[in-house]
């Protein structure tokens, strides 16, 4: 056992708890579209609500032994490992600027009211910033693992993470449908 397979053992159990994180996110919002009452949506928005913690572990869990895999292997000069480390800026920006500015709304809301879910509150859990948020922070995330795994030259890891951007916006679209609808 080495440092490096230590590191790279620790590197994927981050990318890993990731998609765990950004599973329980997708779970939460699709429950509290359908839910109808107070009580029942406490429970998810306080879950949901407790993420950001969770992330700024993963972040660590995937950055420092990142960082040191690029540094004592691969060195800097590869085009997957520095657009992997600029589209992670992405991930809190959309994260905590976007959903969670929204989320502490839908927080306020359902420690403020009572019995049945307001048309407010569903209105704010089918915003499409919200959605757009959760469905490009996860694009992206599979855009990064494919260029970890595929570990493309400068030009593919620019366009490969520009696809998975994309896809991950276009993706909206169907909500906005049906929210216009
Ligand atoms: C969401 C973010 C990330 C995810 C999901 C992720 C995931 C992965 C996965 C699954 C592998 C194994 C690939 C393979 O063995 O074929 C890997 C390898 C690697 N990752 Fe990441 N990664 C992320 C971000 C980063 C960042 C930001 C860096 C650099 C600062 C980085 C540096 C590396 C390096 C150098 C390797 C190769 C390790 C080796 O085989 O020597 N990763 N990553």
């Known amino acids: 056992m080495t440092l490096h397979s230590i590191a790279l053992f620790l590197h994927i159990v981050g990318a890993l708890g990731l998609f765990v994180a950004l599973g329980l996110e997708w779970a939460g919002l699709l429950t509290l579209r359908r839910l109808a009452n107070i009580e029942q949506a406490r429970g998810w928005v306080n879950l949901i609500a407790s993420l950001p913690r969770l992330y700024g572990f993963i972040w660590m869990a995937i950055l420092l032994p990142g960082l040191y895999l690029a540094l004592t292997v691969w060195g800097w000069d590869k085009g ?23 989320l502490q709304v839908i927080g306020r809301i359902v420690t403020s009211e009572n019995g049945q879910l307001s048309t407010t509150f569903h209105d704010l859990v089918s915003d499409p910033f919200l959605w757009a948020s959760i469905h490009v922070r996860t694009a992206i995330a599979l855009g990064i693992v494919f260029l970890m795994t595929i570990k493309p030259s400068w030009d593919g890891a620019v366009v490969s993470i520009g696809i998975a951007a994309l896809l991950g916006l276009t993706s909206i679209l169907p909500i906005l449908r049906s929210r216009n609808a």
């Open 80 to 102: 997957w490992i520095v657009v992997s480390l600029a589209s992670m800026v992405v991930f809190p920006i959309l994260g905590a600027a976007v959903s969670g500015s929204k």
